[in-house]
Structures are given as C-alpha cells and as structure tokens.
C-alpha cells in the first residue's frame, strides 16, 4: 500500500512539529490508515525547531553552553551529521532566551551562534547550515564575528559593549585573530531576504518586533551602517545590500561578508539537508501545515516548500495542509500547490480552545483526510 508522508512545521506556541506530526498521524489510524503507511517527517524553515527537524531526520543532537543573547550562559543544542552542522540561531540568542524575558533591542547579542559556529567546526563540520528565524538581536553579526575570535574596539581601543546600541562608537575591527574558516562551506537558511540597511532593512523591519522603540531604532540604523563602513572596508568587499543581510538583525551580513555565507530559502535547504525527496518514493498524500496560513504561508514558509518539492518529485503528489487558520482562499491554496486546507476553526470556532488543546482537534481533523483522500 502507498504511503502518507506527514510534513508539518510547528503550530507555534502550541505545538512542535513533531506532535502535530504525531497526532494527525494518530488521527489517520484511528480512521483506518495504516500504521505502517504512515512516515512522520518533521520540518522547518530555518527558525524554531529547524534543529528538531534535522534531529527527526537521523542527524545527532549535539549540546552546548553559549552566551545567550543578554549574557547569562544558556543551553543550547544543534544538529550533526556526516560533517554538516544544522544551527538554529534562535537557539543561542532567540527572544525566549532573554534574562527575566525583558525585551534588550540595544544589547542582545549573537555571541552565542558564533560560540555554536566554534564548536561544530571542532568536531569536524565542514559545511555549516544557519537558520536565522527569532532572534532577539538587532547587533549586525557583531557578536558572532567576537565569538570567532574578531577584535572591535573604539577610539581608545576599549572593547565594544554587546549589541547594536553600541556600534556606532565602533573604530577598529582587528581580524588578525578571526579564525581561518576558510575550508567550511556557510549556508544561511531563512525566508527573509532584507537587506541591512533602510526601510526595508533589519533596524526598521525587525527591531520593533524585538522592543526596540522609534529612537531605538534610529541608533540601531545608524549603529548597522557605521558598522557596515568600518566592516566591509576591513575586509575590502561589500555585503549590505545581499538578500538576507538584514536576517536575524544582520547576522546575515556578517556571515555574507566574512565568511562568504550563501542564502537559500529556509524551507528548500532543509528538506535537502534531510533528504526530504526519498520519503516522496511511492507516496499517495502528502500532509503538511502550520499554526496559520496566511500571506506569509505564500512567501517561502515551510508548507508551500513541502507542497512544492511534492508537486516536483518525479511522480507529483497531492499535498493537503493542516492549519489552526486559514487565511487563504481556494485559489491561493492551489497557487501554492496546496489542493485543501483543513482547518482547527473549521470544527472549534472558538479559537481559545484551538490554542488550549490543538492535538485532539489536529486527530478530528486527520479523520477527516482520511476520508477525503485515502479512501
């Protein structure tokens, strides 16, 4: 019998991917499906829970203390596998992370990526996948260029304090100690692709979602593009007008800049790194979702990468979505390559109760596919 390959990102703030996985899968059994034609595949788009789904797909978890994005140390973990390292940014300086959880747009820091960066090319990574979703940080890479061995001082020779508050007093960036990574291939995983600077750059895109207010933001962008002037003559090329340089409060460009970091689409590289195209052999459905569908769905998230890697497989195969909303119509949904959308509102239109308890709901809704597809 063909198989079901269940590809859901998380529902957030609720779910992870892996449990929505799991409860539409126990959704499909308990109405005749198979078990054993069933295959959770876990995914992200470069934020949350890309080193979960890189977990999911066989890499192993490799756990490590780094500073986290207001100082204190946190525990952070990425994913390994065969020389390829799959870092979440967020899991070294996301927002969740922050001391006390007080918002810090001047001062958070990317110093712990970096530390992340240090370690897994110790343990031998030659290619290294940064998701850059949920940052807390708004510092231009600062403190991940610190973290890998990079000197910025101001006009005294005084280290800069952490964050973006502090980089327009910037001097000197002194290289002589940056490690040579020359021999580590850089992929950057993330659906955004601002660039650093101006209206569309990651102080005025991005800042006020981190607690940044108007005057912050102001000697944010004026903080980035000092930074940008004394970085890009440092190391005589120019990076701040890259798609993506403006990713996770600019650590995009520092990646571009110093260590010639390539952007793809969070969603892309993933089901790449996890080899996401053998599950599709043989496959009647495809399940994937997220906690809404909406505008943001069409741009790149990860339900439209899995519909588009069902729909290009070498037999195309049907993909339908599971979503707590869906914001989208009929015709959106097949632009995307996505033929229905079951939603939680659809059966609970109280949406308290969808975010209280999402599981049960997510198995009434698999029911339901299971009778409109797998019959």
Known sequence: MKHVVIAPDKFKGTLTAGEVAAHVAAGLVSAGTPDDSVVAVPVADGGDGTVDAALAAGYRPVEFGVRGPSGPVV???????DGTA??????????????????????????????????AVRMGAKQVVLGLGGTATTD??????????ARLTDSDGRELPPGGGGLSRL??????????????????ATDVDNPLLGPAGAAAVYA??????????????????????????????????LPGAGA?????????????????????LLLEMTA????????????????????????????AGVARAAAAHDHAVPTVAVCGVCLLSEAQLRAAGIAAAYALT?????????????GPLLERLAARIADDWLR
């Not at 070294?92 to 990317?110: D, M, V, W, Y």
């Open 248 to 268: 996770a409060g600019g650590l995009g460009f520092a990646a571009q800049l110093f260590f010639g970091a390539r952007t793809r689409p969070g969603i892309e």
């Open 140 to 149: 231009g890479g600062a403190g991940f260029l610190r973290a890998l061995g």
């Open 208 to 241: 006020p979602q981190k607690g940044a207010s108007p005057q912050d933001v102001i000697v944010l962008e004026e903080g980035l593009a000092w930074w940008a002037d004394v970085a890009e003559a440092a190391v005589g090329r120019k990076a701040r007008e």
């Open 75 to 81: 525990n952070a973990a990425f994913a390994l596998r």
């Open 346 to 358: 659809d059966i609970e239109p109280d949406v308290a109760k969808c975010l209280a308890a999402p």
């Open 171 to 188: 001097a000197v960036v002194d290289l002589t100690r940056l490690r040579d990574l020359s021999g580590v291939e850089f992929l950057l």
């Open 276 to 303: 996401f195209d053998d599950h599709l052999a043989g496959a009647r459905l495809v399940i994937t979702g997220e906690g809404a569908l909406d505008e943001q769905t069409l741009r790149g998230k990860a339900p």
């Open 86 to 119: 799959i870092i979440e940014s967020a899991q070294a300086c996301g927002l969740s992370l922050l001391a006390g959880g007080e918002l810090a747009p001047l001062t958070a820091t990317t110093r712990g990526v970096g530390e992340l960066v240090a370690a």
